[in-house]
């Protein structure tokens, strides 16, 4: 579903956290958002989530204004930087949660739960308990747990940012893959450029409470705040050596 | 062997007063200079069991009312902490939580009986049960702040995101995530209500007889040997409580 966010500001103790942002994302794109610590990438997750309000504005997702909506309804999962999984309970039952919640009976729950298994490459692990399992296949249990609600969103919150570059690149694939593959409308926000380019099909910059959208990688590349000319100058001083 | 002399020791240290109640209550003539008692004999226990109105109540109600104050306090400590999370005064509602045990928990009970009597509840269970759950619940909500950190809210809002409705990410989620907590705190409190003399004895005004003050009787009568009789029995339930708490923990699968 397509998402429309207009002029929303959020006001913490006097700072302006967001001032009037707006944007808006089509349905199945991927928005790669990067700026600098604190410029309020996850509080603007947070207010489309609905898990914190905005003081002026309001978002649209699929047609419907969902501003007033509360977190339950509005179809909106938030994937946090830890995965976040129930240690009570095994791999199984943490992927059908969302399921079981929803109202789903058990046994249909854990058909789903179980092909989500095999397309993540955990069907081995059914039986596990969270503690048992790497970060990367922790993340993937969690990335597998919201895909089977169908969310209409999905904000992602710099969820491979606790893993190794090997394990990070293998997520970004996994990632890209599955949530092409299901049309599902994504905002992934992350610190690490090459990360923002290989996930994104759509590029943003945030800055000062305001996000810059880029119609193509090349306008992503020439903004100077962006850091990607800076990186490109790195790696071009090794050709002059 | 230097390095197992130190830890057995120790162990023993810990063991020692287990140990030595149950001989001192099972010894029939034990004199100085002797170690160990030089006859053992079952007449302690037996007089300790026909003893006044019988101990079988006297325990029963020490259960009821420790189990009542813990339930109590560790339910209402657990919801309380939630409420405040992301309070702006959670910190100062924390310090202040400590004030209860500045002082001695008996002058507490005094300060506390006016409003005892004037209710009417002073000499009543009601009123041991409300004046423990007033000392204890301080603890209860300090524990149960650090339990509601920034991991417990993010799952709740998770849920939230999944779809959940409060009730249900409470059901299915926060509770059986907190078990642990909420056991350790129960068992804590349990103890702290079961070893609880100085509230029982001013609010409770003699009128409610526990355990702990049975035990106390017996000592000031200057009967050693019922007394350590009647300890065994009160280190017994929280003894228990302790162990199936540690082997939960430790055989958790």
Redesign the interface.
């Known amino acids: 579903m397509n998402i429309k966010v207009n002029n929303i500001s959020v006001n913490r103790s006097g700072q302006q956290v967001l001032n009037g942002l707006s944007f808006e994302l089509e349905d199945g794109h991927i928005l790669s958002v990067m700026g600098k610590s604190g410029c309020g990438k996850t509080t603007l997750l947070r207010v489309i989530a609905g898990l914190g309000s905005s003081d002026t504005g309001n978002i649209v997702i699929g047609g419907r204004d969902v501003t007033l909506v509360p977190p339950q309804e509005r179809g909106a999962v938030y994937l946090y930087q830890e995965a976040l999984l129930f240690p009570h309970l095994n791999v199984l039952d943490n992927l059908s949660f969302g399921l079981r919640i929803r109202g789903e009976h058990k046994k249909s729950a854990d058909e789903k739960a179980r092909d989500m298994l095999e397309q993540l490459d955990l069907a081995s692990h059914a039986a596990k308990k969270s503690e048992q399992l790497s970060g990367g296949q922790r993340q993937r249990v969690a990335f597998g747990r919201a895909l089977l609600v169908s969310p209409a969103v999905l904000l992602l919150d710099e969820p491979f940012s606790n893993l190794d570059s090997e394990t990070r690149a293998a997520m970004q694939q996994l990632y890209r893959k599955m949530a092409q593959e299901r049309g599902i409308t994504t905002i992934f926000v992350t610190h690490d450029l090459k990360e923002a380019v290989i996930m994104g099909s759509r590029l943003s910059y945030m800055e000062a409470g305001k996000l810059h959208l880029y119609d193509n990688l090349n306008s992503f590349a020439a903004d100077t705040r962006t850091g990607m000319q800076r990186e490109i100058g790195f790696w071009q001083s090794f050709d002059k050596k | 062997m230097r390095k197992y002399i130190f830890p057995v020791f120790i162990a023993f240290m810990l063991i020692l007063p287990f140990l030595y109640l149950p001989v001192l209550s099972a010894a029939g003539a034990w004199k100085y200079p002797s170690l160990v008692p030089e006859s053992w004999s079952a007449a302690h226990w037996d007089r300790l069991l026909a003893s006044r109105d019988g101990i079988l109540p006297v325990v029963t109600l020490s259960v009821i009312l420790s189990g009542s104050v813990a339930l109590l306090v560790t339910v209402t400590g657990f919801i309380f902490g939630r409420l405040l999370t992301g309070c702006s005064g959670k910190r100062q509602i924390q310090a202040a939580g400590y004030l209860a045990y500045a002082f001695s928990p008996v002058i507490y009970a005094y300060c506390l009986q006016f409003f005892f009597l004037k209710a009417g509840i002073s000499g009543t269970i009601a009123g041991v049960i409300i004046v423990q759950f007033l000392l204890f619940f301080p603890f209860s909500v300090i524990y149960f702040i650090s339990h509601w950190g920034r ?1 417990m809210v ?2 709740e ?9 409060r009730r ?2 409470w059901r ?2 926060l509770i ?2 907190s ?1 642990p907590a909420l056991r350790t705190a129960f068992l804590q409190i349990f103890v702290f209500s079961w070893f609880d003399f100085g509230l029982t004895q001013v609010i409770g005004q003699g009128r409610v007889s526990t355990l702990s003050l049975t035990v106390w009787q017996y000592l000031a009568e200057a009967d050693p040997y019922i007394a350590a009789a009647g300890s065994c029995l009160l280190l017994l339930p929280p003894a228990i409580l302790m162990l199936l708490n540690e082997k939960t923990i430790r055989f958790r ?1």
């Open positions: 991991n993010s799952l809002e998770l849920c939230f995101t999944l779809g959940s409705s249900t990410a299915m989620a059986p995530v078990v699968p």
